[in-house]
C-alpha cells in the first residue's frame, strides 16, 4: 500500500484532459480571479494549497472528491476536520480555468449547472409485474440467535499514523449442529465521530476526541446478520473507522487496507475455530464453531471493493512489501455481496462468485460503478463463476445501513439523495416509487441471504433471484429489483469486439476520447450508464453495439460460437430511461447458413431521472431450437424509434457449476523516484510485477505529466515471475519545472487479476526555482496599480503567483472601498463594505505563468474617491506554487503608492 501518486491518478476517473497551452514568449496574463469558494489557502493546519470551501457541509461519503480545470482533472482532494474545505496537496499542471468539484461523477460546486429538464415529469413507469421465486431466502431459518461483541488490540498499517481497531458484533445460531459457514460484513466510508444530534457536530477523526462517540457503523447490518444466524451462519461484522478517517492518502482509496483488515479477522476465526478456541472472546466461544472452507464476504460501499481485495489477495497473495497480512490463507471465500461498491481499480477476481446491488438513487456513488464487477469480469478467466447485477429501484446509498439512517443511528444520519426540488423518482415521501428505510434494509438482508444460499449453501433454486431471470422474492415487500449476469452455464455468442462484423449498426466505445465514437454522450453531470464508467483512459476492447430503431443489425462473430445444450439466447440491452415497451425481434444464423428467427422480446426503460443513473442493460431471454449446435450470426430489429444498445449476448442454460479458480497471474504497478538531471536522456523503467504460470495480457495507462495525455496499450505477461517493461525516458536540463509524475495504471485484460494497480515515475526536481523581482509601482488615484514581476529564468511548467496583502511598511494602507468594487469582490468573495484595510481582508488575486515567459504584469484597479487623503500604500507578499500545487514559497514583496 503506497501513497507516491494519489493525487496524480483517480483510477475511478477519466484521465484524459485538454493539452496544455503552446508555449508563448513573452504572454502578460492579468491577474486571474479564482471562482467563488476557490482559494489557494490552507486547511486544517495544512500548508497553502489549490483550495475549495463549500457553503454548505459534505459529508464523508466513498466516492472520490476531485479537482477538475474544464475536462482535465487536477488530483483528488483531501478534506479538512470541518468538512466544508478540500484542499488538493499536489496535481497537475495547466491552467486554472473553469474549476469545478466532482464527487462520484456529479458536479457539486456552486457553478454546477442545473439539470435543463427531468427525464420523467411525473412517476415514472416500473414496467410489468415480476412473478415471485418459488424459494424466498429473506424468510428467517430455524435457529434462535445470540448477539455480542469483541474488542482486540488495534492493528498497525502500513501509512496509517495510528492504530486501527479490530473490533466487530457476532450473531450467532444457538443449537445450530456441527461447524457453520462464516458470514464476514465490511462498512463503507462514513464519518468516524460525533458529539451532537446535527451534522455540524460529525467529524472523520480517529482516535475520535474527548467529549466525542465513534460511529458504530459495523452495527448497521444487525438485520441481515439476524437473518444469516438465524438460517445456520455465524456472522461478524467488523468495523474499519481507523481507515475511513485516514484512506484518502492511499492511491487506492484504502482498498488494500481493508482486504489487510478482512483477512487479520479471519486469521482470528481460523484460531477460533481450531486450537485457540479457548482463548477467544465470549460470544465467539458461545456461537458454534465457523467452517472457515465456507467464508462468504458482504461489503457496503468502499468496504465492497474491500471485501473484493480481500478475495483476491486471498487466492493470489501480494508481494509481502505492500501487504500488511503476513499469515497462511487458512480459509476459502465461496462468494460476495457488494451494495453500492466502489471498484475504484475495476480489478474484480472473475472466479469468485459476486451479486452486486446497485441503488437506483444512489447520492454517494451515483455513477453505479460497482457495476464493473459485473462487466470487468467478463473474458478475464474461465466464465464459471455467476457475477450478477441487482439495480433496485428507489434505494439510497445509506439507509442499506442502520447506523447511517436518520431515526435509527444513534448519531447525525441523512439521506445521501439530494435535490433541489423534488424528483419523482427518488424524493422521500414525494416518489412512491422511494423505498422506506425498513423496506431498503429488508430488501438488502433479503439478497445478502440470497447470495449467501447460492454461493456457499449451493442452493440453485436461488439462482433465478441473481441471475435475470426476472423473478422476485416475496419478503423484499413492494421493492422491484432488476437483475442481470454474467457467467455460470453461460457460453458466449456476441462480445463486442473490434473482430466483430456489424451491418445496419456501429460499434461504438463505451470509453471514448472522441464524442462521434462513443456509446453515450452525456451532457449531464450526472445520469449516464454503469456499464460506460472509465478506468483511466480509452480502452479499445470495451465496446458495445449501437442499434438503430426499425433497422436491422446483422452481427457475425470471427468464427461460430457453440451453443449445444443452451436453452435459451440471453441478451443485455440498453434502452434509455422511461422508454415505452420496445420489441426486440431476433433471428439467429447457424455455421451452415440456416436462419431460424427466435421470436420478439421486449424491454421497458429502466425509471429514471436526470439525477440517476439509468443506462442500465436488462436482460432478455429467447428460447433456442434444441437442434441449434452454433450460432454464426445475429439479427436483431429495434421496432421502437429510440436508441438501443447490445452490451453482450449469451448462450443460456439453467445451473450454476461450483467455481474452480484458476490460477491466475497476478500484475502489481509499482513505484520508482529519480532525480531529473542537468542533461541527457536516461530511461527507466516502473517496476511493474507479475507472477504466474499463465500467458497473460494486460492493459496499462501511461499519463504524460505536462499534456495529460494517455498512452494505453496492452502488454504481455510471461508466465513465471517477471517483469512487464514500462520503460520511461527523462531529458535532464537546467531548467526548473517542478516535480513530474508519470502515472501509470494496469488493468487486466485476460488470464491475469491485477492487485496493486496505481503507481509511475516520480521525477524529482533538481533544479533551483527562479528568482522573482519586481520593481515598486505607484500611480495617481483612479488609475490601476501596475507591476512587472520578472523571472530569472523561464520555467518548464506553469507556475502560479499568488499576491497576499500585508500592513505596508509606512503610512495610511490602501483600503477595501479604495479598489474597484468588483474587483475587489471576485478576488476575495467579500463585499468590500465596511471600508477596512486590505491587509485584512481575504484578498488572494493570483497570476499563472505560462511556460516560457520570463515577466508577468499585475494591476490594482483603483477608484477616486474626491476625498483629500495623501499618499496611500500597499504591500503584497507574493508566493510561487510549483507547477503540482505543493508548498509556496516565498519569492518577493510588491510595493505600490496611491498618490491621492
Aim: charged share 20%; hydrophobic share 40%.
Amino acid at each position: 500500500m503506497r501513497r507516491i501518486l494519489a493525487a496524480a491518478v483517480v483510477a475511478s476517473t477519466l484521465l484524459l484532459g485538454t493539452s496544455a497551452p503552446a508555449w508563448a514568449d513573452p504572454p502578460e496574463p492579468a491577474a486571474s480571479a479564482l471562482p467563488p469558494g476557490w482559494s489557494l489557502d490552507g486547511a486544517g493546519g495544512k500548508k497553502q494549497a489549490l483550495t475549495w470551501t463549500s457553503d454548505r457541509l459534505i459529508p464523508p461519503g466513498d466516492a472520490a472528491v476531485e479537482f477538475w480545470s474544464g475536462d482535465r482533472l487536477l488530483g483528488r482532494a483531501e478534506g479538512a476536520a470541518d468538512l466544508r474545505t478540500f484542499t488538493l496537496p499536489q496535481g497537475r499542471s495547466g491552467p486554472l480555468s473553469d474549476l469545478q468539484v466532482r464527487v462520484g461523477g456529479k458536479r457539486v460546486d456552486a457553478a454546477a449547472p442545473k439539470p435543463a429538464q427531468r427525464r420523467a415529469a411525473s412517476t415514472p413507469a416500473t414496467g410489468p409485474a415480476q412473478p415471485a421465486n418459488p424459494v424466498d431466502p429473506g424468510v428467517k431459518g430455524p435457529y434462535a440467535t445470540t448477539t455480542g461483541e469483541y474488542t482486540l488490540p488495534g492493528v498497525h498499517l502500513s501509512d496509517y499514523p495510528v492504530p486501527v481497531e479490530m473490533q466487530a458484533v457476532v450473531v450467532a445460531p444457538t443449537n445450530a449442529p456441527g461447524r457453520r459457514p462464516l458470514a464476514l460484513f465490511l462498512h463503507g466510508r462514513h464519518w468516524t465521530c460525533f458529539t451532537g444530534d446535527d451534522l455540524d457536530s460529525i467529524s472523520l477523526a480517529w482516535p475520535c476526541a474527548t467529549g466525542s462517540q465513534a460511529v458504530p457503523s459495523y452495527r448497521g447490518y444487525l438485520q441481515a446478520q439476524q437473518l444469516l444466524a438465524s438460517q445456520g451462519y455465524v456472522t461478524v461484522s467488523i468495523s474499519a473507522n481507523g481507515i475511513n478517517a485516514y484512506d484518502n492518502g492511499d492511491d487506492d482509496a484504502g482498498a488494500q487496507a481493508r482486504s489487510s483488515l478482512v483477512r487479520m479477522h479471519l486469521a482470528h476465526w481460523a484460531d477460533w475455530a481450531g486450537s485457540g478456541r479457548r482463548n477467544a472472546p465470549a460470544i465467539v466461544r458461545k456461537a458454534p464453531r465457523a467452517d472457515l472452507s465456507k467464508v462468504f464476504l458482504m461489503g457496503h460501499s468502499r468496504g465492497g471493493e474491500g471485501v473484493s481485495r480481500a478475495a483476491l489477495d486471498s487466492l493470489t497473495p501480494p508481494p509481502a512489501a505492500q501487504d500488511d497480512y503476513h499469515g497462511r490463507v487458512r480459509w476459502t471465500i465461496r462468494g460476495l455481496l457488494l451494495i453500492g461498491p466502489t471498484i475504484f481499480g475495476q480489478n474484480p477476481h472473475p472466479e469468485v462468485p459476486s451479486a452486486t446491488i446497485l441503488p437506483g438513487c444512489d447520492g454517494d456513488v451515483s455513477d453505479l460503478q460497482g457495476q464493473l464487477f459485473i462487466d470487468a469480469s467478463r473474458g478475464i478467466g474461465a466464465g464459471r463463476a455467476l457475477h450478477s447485477a441487482l439495480y433496485v429501484i428507489g434505494a439510497n446509498h445509506n439507509y442499506f445501513n442502520t447506523e447511517w439512517t436518520p431515526g435509527q443511528a444513534i448519531g447525525p444520519a441523512t439521506d445521501d439523495f439530494g435535490s433541489e426540488e423534488p424528483d419523482p423518482l427518488c424524493t422521500p415521501d414525494f416518489a412512491p416509487t422511494r423505498l422506506t428505510p425498513q423496506q431498503e434494509q429488508t430488501v438488502g438482508a433479503t439478497y445478502i441471504a440470497t447470495a449467501a444460499r447460492l454461493f456457499v449453501g449451493g442452493d440453485d433454486r436461488a439462482r433465478p433471484l441473481l441471475d435475470g431471470s426476472g423473478v422476485r422474492a416475496r419478503s423484499a415487500g413492494p421493492a422491484r429489483v432488476l437483475t442481470h449476469a454474467i457467467g455460470a452455464r453461460r457460453t458466449p455468442v456476441i462480445i463486442p469486439s473490434q473482430d466483430l462484423t456489424v451491418r445496419n449498426a456501429k460499434l461504438c466505445d463505451q470509453v471514448a476520447d472522441q464524442p462521434e465514437k462513443a456509446c453515450l454522450v452525456n451532457n449531464s453531470w450526472v445520469g449516464g450508464s454503469p456499464h460506460f464508467v472509465a478506468f483511466a483512459g480509452p480502452e479499445p476492447e470495451r465496446v458495445a453495439v449501437a442499434l438503430t430503431g426499425g433497422a436491422t443489425a446483422t452481427l457475425r462473430p470471427a468464427t461460430a460460437m457453440p451453443v449445444t445444450g443452451s436453452k435459451a439466447l440471453a441478451l443485455r440491452l440498453i434502452v434509455p430511461p422511461n422508454a415505452p415497451a420496445t420489441s426486440f425481434a431476433v433471428t439467429v444464423t447457424d455455421g451452415r447458413g440456416r436462419r431460424t428467427s427466435l421470436g420478439s422480446t421486449t424491454v421497458t426503460g429502466v425509471p429514471g431521472t436526470e439525477l440517476t443513473t439509468s443506462y442500465w442493460a436488462q436482460e432478455v431471454r429467447l428460447p433456442l431450437p434444441r437442434s441449434l449446435r452454433t450460432i454464426a450470426g445475429l439479427e436483431i430489429t429495434p421496432q421502437g424509434s429510440g436508441p438501443a444498445w447490445l452490451i453482450d449476448a449469451w448462450g443460456w442454460q439453467p445451473g450454476s457449476p461450483a467455481p474452480r479458480p484458476a490460477a491466475l497471474d497476478r500484475v502489481d504497478v509499482g513505484g520508482l523516484t529519480v532525480d531529473e538531471g542537468d542533461a541527457g536522456s536516461t530511461t527507466y523503467s516502473v517496476p511493474v510485477v507479475s507472477r504466474g504460470r499463465l500467458k497473460a495480457k494486460v492493459r496499462l495507462f501511461l499519463s504524460d505529466p505536462v499534456t495529460g495525455d494517455i498512452r494505453s496499450w496492452v502488454a504481455a505477461v510471461k508466465p513465471g515471475a517477471s517483469r512487464v517493461p514500462v520503460p520511461i525516458s527523462v531529458v535532464g536540463n537546467t531548467t526548473y519545472g517542478g516535480d513530474q509524475r508519470y502515472p501509470l495504471a494496469a488493468k487486466a485484460v485476460s488470464n491475469a487479476v491485477v492487485g496493486d494497480y496505481i503507481g509511475g515515475l516520480h521525477v524529482r526536481e533538481d533544479d533551483p526555482v527562479p528568482t522573482v523581482t519586481v520593481a515598486p509601482a505607484t500611480a495617481a488615484e483612479g488609475s490601476p496599480l501596475t507591476w512587472t514581476l520578472h523571472l530569472s529564468a523561464p520555467a518548464d511548467s506553469y507556475l502560479y503567483l499568488l499576491l497576499q496583502p500585508e500592513a505596508p511598511a509606512t503610512g495610511p494602507e490602501l483600503s477595501s472601498t479604495d479598489v474597484d468594487p468588483e474587483w475587489f469582490q471576485n478576488n476575495s468573495g467579500e463585499d468590500p463594505e465596511p471600508s477596512r484595510p486590505l491587509s485584512g481582508t481575504g484578498l488572494q488575486p493570483f497570476v499563472e505563468i505560462e511556460p516560457g515567459t520570463t515577466s508577468v504584469e499585475f494591476a490594482v484597479p483603483t477608484v477616486a474617491d474626491g476625498v483629500a487623503e495623501g499618499a496611500e500604500h500597499v504591500r503584497f507578499q507574493v508566493l510561487l506554487y510549483p507547477p503540482d500545487f505543493s508548498d509556496p514559497i516565498p519569492v518577493a514583496v510588491a510595493d505600490g503608492t496611491l498618490a491621492d
